[in-house]
């Protein structure tokens, strides 16, 4: 079992930046992908960017690529989603989602954390 707790998320106005965290308890973190999705009001839950357990290999959405960047710290049991260039349509819940190596779907999910971006 992996608890996800996400921290990070605020107002920001366009252009901006922000951190989010996600703090994970339970054991093997290294051993989990890792990736961040986001919901925006009346929309669907979309993917964002995912990192595998090393940190190795990242993939991102289309819409966020060159502006945010996931990373880890494996000895901390977090991972981060670094959003620079922020934009009006950026504003959503973001959330921390986990899989682990024997799994092909995110099974596990953080609470959420709003990030509003104003024009």
């Known amino acids: 079992q992996v608890q996800l707790v996400e921290s990070g998320g605020g107002l920001v106005q366009a252009g901006g930046s922000l951190r989010l965290s996600c703090a994970a308890s339970?054991?093997?973190?290294?051993?989990?992908?890792m990736a961040w999705f986001r919901q925006a009001p009346g929309k669907e839950r979309e993917f964002v960017a995912s990192i595998s357990g090393s940190g190795s290999t990242t993939n991102y959405a289309d819409s966020v690529k060159g502006r945010f960047t996931i990373s880890r710290d494996n000895a901390k049991n977090t991972v981060y989603l670094q959003m620079n260039s922020l934009k009006p349509e950026d504003t959503a819940v973001y959330y921390c989602?986990?899989?682990?190596?024997?799994?092909?779907?995110?099974?596990?999910w953080g609470q959420g954390t709003q990030v509003t971006v104003s024009s």
């Open positions: 339970g054991r093997a973190f290294s051993s989990y992908a």
């Open positions: 989602a986990a899989r682990s190596a024997f799994h092909s779907t995110w099974a596990y």
